[in-house]
């Protein structure tokens, strides 16, 4: 099977490679090789029974548009928000693909409504309490899809993708690639082979830890990226009120000063829910997501406080290393996600059901198994946010209260960077790699901005 460029992951970087190849040129022939489903049939049962059937692969994780498409669908218009993009192409130029992209998200029916811009005077009090607790407050206008309605502008974009010509293959995951006498690219191995004369790595999160063994097998270059690994924070809605109507999505970073880590606030989601995200099939991590729809919403909000850390030599295990942490999450809590409030973390004891039920926070994930996240964060992890809650507070008063919500463990996959020449080229020729899994980019935006780039390099 030859084509001219072969995609491998169907999230934002990879559907947006697609949008512009075939725009520069329609008779590219183009091929999308997709581990998970189709967006029809990308349905989590569990959001609907509130049991988990371990589906294989996973919906949220998998399948077409990626895993942060499927959670709540937030577009940061900002190029300071989602990635590293400005690195690779300058602040200028990643602002104005921004809005290039935004526009083409308007066409598929996004909402023209955007949050942080016309509340100045509420967002310069929040600024003013930020800076007395020492929290810097980034200002990034947010456009919410919303888990419901990014789920239909994402059906849009594949029926248009299918509709010009690209070929969509999905539950068909790449083994390997396949290279010449040369190292040149020549294709892909998944079902069967796959030749190109373009290769296009595009995997996303959950396919970072695939990625990163295929570098190793292949001696594509990469570099140790950071590791973010934290908790997500369940409270009541009247908590976050201020925030939430200002800026939807509240973008805070601190430096803890027990240890002068960056801890950051992360994917916000006012009346949202929390969930679960399984990778590799058992691996049980925390996220979150809202729904568009007022009658859908919930009495709560929840965001991600996430560690920074970045290691230095011999330390080359971003990935294992927050996976083991996950892990340990996981021996505990039955492969299910542990929950402990905040009260409890303070007093060092453990969460029991009879607590955790007399909270006026009543938990959005239903089978969050309550526990001692003590004993599975490494303690500088856990101090760091402790010291972040109670900076918060002084902006949202009530966050740090012995009622507050900690899920754990976050973890973001995108900690193995590879190394990329002009164009995202790798060091094997016509190889080009993006989005989240390659530690480029960390969001939708960025990483469909990171597709437009690919797609006019390849034309």
């Known amino acids: 099977m030859d084509y001219d460029v072969i995609i491998v992951g169907a999230g934002p970087c990879g559907i947006f490679t697609a949008l512009e190849l075939k725009k520069l040129d329609p008779n590219k022939n183009i091929l999308i090789l997709e581990k998970g489903n189709s967006i029809s049939k990308r349905i989590c049962p569990k959001r609907k029974t509130g049991v988990c059937v371990n589906c294989k692969p996973c919906n949220i994780t998998t399948g077409f548009a990626g895993a942060g498409a499927y959670s709540d669908g937030k577009l940061s218009l900002s190029p300071d928000v989602g990635g590293n993009l400005p690195e690779y192409l300058g602040y200028e130029k990643t602002r104005e693909l921004i809005k290039y992209v935004d526009e083409i998200y308007l066409k598929f029916g996004a909402d023209n409504k955007i949050y942080g811009i016309d509340k100045d005077k509420e967002i310069q009090e929040i600024r003013k309490k930020a800076i007395r607790s020492n929290l810097k407050l980034v200002e990034c206008p947010i456009r919410h899809m919303g888990t419901e309605e990014g789920y239909a502008i994402y059906g849009r974009i594949e029926e248009h993708l299918e509709k010009i010509g690209v070929d969509l293959m999905f539950r068909t995951p790449v083994k390997d690639i396949i290279l010449d006498e040369n190292r040149k690219i020549k294709g892909v191995i998944a079902d069967k082979e796959y030749y190109a004369d373009k290769v296009v790595i595009s995997v996303g999160r959950e396919g970072s830890d695939w990625l990163r063994h295929l570098c190793i097998k292949h001696d594509i270059d990469t570099e140790t990226g950071d590791v973010d690994i934290g908790v997500r924070v369940e409270t009541r809605n009247e908590i976050m009120e201020e925030l939430n109507e200002a800026m939807y999505e509240s973008k805070l970073i601190y430096y803890a000063p027990t240890f002068d880590d960056k801890v950051r606030t992360f994917c916000s989601n006012p009346g949202g829910e929390v969930s679960t995200e399984y990778y590799d099939e058992e691996l049980a991590v925390v996220n979150g997501h809202s729904y568009k729809a007022e009658e859908l919403k919930s009495d709560n909000t929840n965001f991600a406080l996430l560690v920074t850390k970045h290691f230095t030599k011999p330390f080359n295990s971003p990935i294992e290393y927050g996976m083991h942490i996950a892990k340990l999450g996981n021996m505990l809590s039955g492969h299910k996600v542990l929950v402990q409030r905040y009260g409890d973390y303070k ?14 926070i009543i938990p959005t994930l239903k089978d969050a198994v309550p526990g001692d996240l003590s004993l599975v964060l490494p303690y500088r992890i856990l101090k760091s946010i402790d010291d972040m809650l109670i900076a918060l507070d002084n902006v949202a008063p009530g966050l740090a209260s012995d009622e507050t919500l900690l899920y ?52």
Do not use: H
């Open 408 to 459: 754990g463990v976050e973890v973001k996959f995108y900690s193995n960077k590879v190394v990329t020449r002009n164009g995202f080229e790798t060091n094997i020729p016509n190889l080009f790699v993006g989005g989240d899994g390659a530690g480029i980019t960390r969001g939708l935006m960025q990483a469909s901005v990171n597709g437009v780039v690919l797609g006019r390099k390849l034309s």
């Open 347 to 360: 007093r060092g004891r453990r969460t029991t059901e009879e607590r955790l039920y007399r909270n006026n």
